[in-house]
């Protein structure tokens, strides 16, 4: 991991903390059904707003978004869905106009047939400072940028940057980026600016790269092929072999028989037929 500015680095990583958001426990209880039928997009791209911002929401699929609904779990609501009570469709996109702190939460999409989507968690504050980082889980060796925000005043302030509440870095113009991103940079950050308070604290998750590497169980079952392939030449040849010396003097002898018959004279008669002449004559 490498962080790239000028500050300089005050303290040392931290363990992360374990009351990451209020509503955690609906991801250990939606996790499991989670499927890459569908993916669920934040427009503007952030996991942070200011109350009174408009956020859209949408559910993207290769095909189309048809047969999806955009659900969510704030404190106050359970498994309720855009445009009721809260929200309305524009399309195939879900408008939440004048955003609030209630409306703080996880959202996914959901099929007729009970597959969902990612899950996004969503924070809306009532104060003057938010973090803008991904939404979405991060590919791991990805950089990473970390914006921190004011609500009124321009968004190139100084800011403190932390990670699972330990001081990471100060930077002049308030965005921080995270080259190369592993999965030790996963956690809770947040950021803070002097004179104008500090940010909600957002999860940043980190994927690993899809592997390209052979199972053990391939490459054994590789391995185990290519053995016999070399053996088989071997064992072929010792079958042939002794199916040869088993099978040679039947075939030989076989052989000299037929030889025997043909060479045989065509005047001989059996001795059948000759003693039936006898005794023709004899009568006569």
């Given amino acids: 991991m490498q962080y790239e500015g000028n500050g300089s680095t005050e303290a040392t990583r931290a363990k992360p903390q374990t009351n990451t958001f209020s509503v955690s426990s609906v991801f250990s209880s939606v996790l499991c059904c989670t499927t890459n039928q569908a993916r669920l997009t934040v427009s503007p791209s952030s996991s942070q707003f200011f109350e009174y911002d408009s956020v859209s929401l949408s559910c993207e699929e290769d095909d189309s978004s048809a047969g999806w609904t955009l659900r969510r779990n704030t404190s106050k609501q359970q498994m309720t869905q855009c445009g009721v009570q809260w929200g309305r469709y524009t399309g195939s996109s879900c ?3 004048f955003i609030d ?4 939460g996880v959202y996914w999409c959901e099929s007729r047939e009970g ?7 969503l924070t809306v504050t009532g104060g003057s400072v938010i973090l803008q980082s991904p939404v979405l889980p991060v590919m791991e060796g990805d950089d990473v940028t970390l914006l921190c925000k004011t609500k009124t005043t321009p968004s190139n302030l100084p800011a403190a940057f932390y990670k699972d509440g330990s001081l990471i870095r100060k930077q002049p113009t ?17 950021c803070d ?17 899809p592997s ?13 092929e290519d053995q016999s392939q070399v053996s088989n030449p071997l064992q072929l040849a010792l079958t042939l072999t002794r199916h040869l010396l088993v099978f040679c003097p039947y075939f030989i002898s076989t052989i000299l028989m037929i030889s025997l018959y043909r060479e045989k004279p065509k005047d001989e008669q059996p001795l059948e037929k000759k003693r039936d002449d006898v005794t023709t004559e004899h009568y006569f």
């Fill in 101 to 104: 702190p209630l409306d703080s």
């Fill in 174 to 190: 308030g965005h921080m980026t995270i080259q190369h991103v592993s999965r030790s940079d996963e956690g809770l950050y947040k």
């Fill in 95 to 97: 408008e939440i106009r």
């Fill in 115 to 121: 597959p969902i989507s990612n899950m996004v968690n």
């Fill in 212 to 224: 390209t590497t052979t199972s053990p169980t391939t490459s054994a079952l590789a391995t185990s």
């Fill in 193 to 209: 600016i002097s004179g104008h308070g500090e940010s909600p604290s957002s999860w940043i998750t980190v994927t690993g790269q």
